[in-house]
């Protein structure tokens, strides 16, 4: 147990080294690279995604599965067009066809029926930086029990039509919505086994490397799917029809998780557990709960709680001080929260802690404060718009 807390010790005062060193060099310029597959019958769909994402990237790359002919539409200087003519159907792999062909410092996959918002690329840009280049980041994510029982049942979802107001790790991102910084990912078009199940082989990749898979927070609709005629069959409904290769590939990486895991995940950068919030606990357990994770025990709140005490002092030089003197308990009132275990005991401390951030001030708090405000259902002040002073006008004599 020594081992472990002076590992947790270590984890917990390190910045890490992917978080510097993916940050731009002066001069260099975040190109973004943007990979996706498409069959015929969503060629309206197709136009409305190249549309909204063309202005975001430095490039396209459109890999068409049994086409005729290349839509007009994809004849642009800055897309790319590969068909399975020419390499074969290799169905949603087709996104990752490009990853060894550009040079584009990040690597984003969309889907051909998903309506992107006009800061999508950005967004996801700027939380990947939060977490450094060994990470990825995506809208549409999934928690499982380790080992994976089923693909789509006995799972936690964050879908990426819903709101979601936590920054967490999961266990898989879909590949509709996923971006990663290529030269730290290193991924090889090979490590994409079978076709139809992009999202596991991916999931698979990032656990050999030991990459971390975030889903990041957004508001409600931010990102909505394009209504398509109804088809027979799609990779949802093939993978609820048989899943035995999917479920073989994840047990085999071993892909899955416990709260410890989850938790560990958090306090390994220490920028993260420094901002982990109420919200960001809160979601924990609610995907630590559906799948039936188990709870907690002492002595592993005494490692998540040095660990995140240790990235509040050091990350925040502007802790106010009736928050730096309640801050260890804070920390245990989050590890109940993420944990299960919560009682009586925290609820008098949630009204505790509501009347010092009042006293404080919404504008005065730091990040994770400030999250916390909104969660507990404070409401946020408005700033009042100042009116330009007029200036009196002569009287014509």
Do not use: C
Request: proline letters at 5%; a positive charge; zero cysteines.
């Amino acid at each position: 147990m020594s081992k472990l807390v002076s590992k947790l010790k270590q984890i917990a005062k390190a910045t890490p080294v992917a978080a510097l060193l993916t940050k731009p060099a002066q001069g260099e310029v975040s190109t973004v690279f943007v990979g996706m597959a498409s069959i015929p019958s969503r060629v309206d769909s197709l136009r409305q995604v190249v549309e909204a994402l063309l202005p975001q990237v430095t490039e396209l790359g459109v890999y068409l599965n049994n086409w005729d002919a290349v839509p007009e539409f994809l004849k642009n200087p800055k897309i790319r067009v590969a068909r399975s003519q020419d390499h074969g159907d290799v169905r949603d792999n087709g996104k990752f066809f490009w990853v060894e062909k550009t040079n584009a410092r990040y690597y984003a996959t969309v889907d051909d029926d998903i309506n992107y918002p006009k800061d999508y690329i950005a967004q996801l840009i700027r939380y990947q930086n939060k977490l450094g280049g060994t990470y990825a980041v995506g809208v549409h994510g999934t928690t499982y029990p380790n080992p994976v029982v089923k693909l789509l049942r006995y799972r936690s979802l964050v879908h990426f039509m819903d709101p979601y107001n936590a920054f967490v790790p999961v266990d898989l991102l879909g590949t509709g919505t996923l971006l990663f910084e290529r030269a730290y990912w290193n991924l090889k078009y090979s490590e994409l086994g079978t076709p139809g199940m992009a999202d596991v082989w991916f999931g698979v990749a990032a656990q050999k490397r030991n990459f971390g898979l975030w889903v990041i927070p957004r508001k409600a609709k931010w990102m909505t799917a394009i209504e398509q005629e109804q088809e027979v069959f799609n990779l949802f409904s093939e993978g609820r029809k048989d899943d035995h290769v999917q479920v073989e590939a994840l047990k085999g990486a071993q892909v899955g998780s416990t709260r410890r895991s989850l938790l560990e995940r958090v306090v390994r950068v220490s920028r993260i557990g420094a901002e982990f919030s109420i919200a960001d606990a809160a979601a924990l357990h609610t995907a630590a709960n559906k799948i039936d994770l188990a709870s907690l025990d002492e002595t592993e709140y005494r490692l998540y709680d040095y660990a995140l005490l240790v990235h509040k002092r050091e990350r925040i030089s502007d802790l106010p001080e009736s928050l730096a003197e309640i801050l260890e308990e804070y920390v245990r009132y989050l590890l109940n929260r993420a944990s299960g275990n919560f009682y009586a005991s925290d609820l008098e401390f949630e009204e505790k802690y509501k009347s010092i951030l009042k006293q404080v001030g919404f504008e005065n708090l730091p990040h994770f404060a400030s999250q916390d405000w909104r969660f507990l259902g404070l409401k946020v002040p408005t700033q009042k718009a100042v009116k330009p002073a007029v200036a009196a006008l002569a009287k014509p004599k």
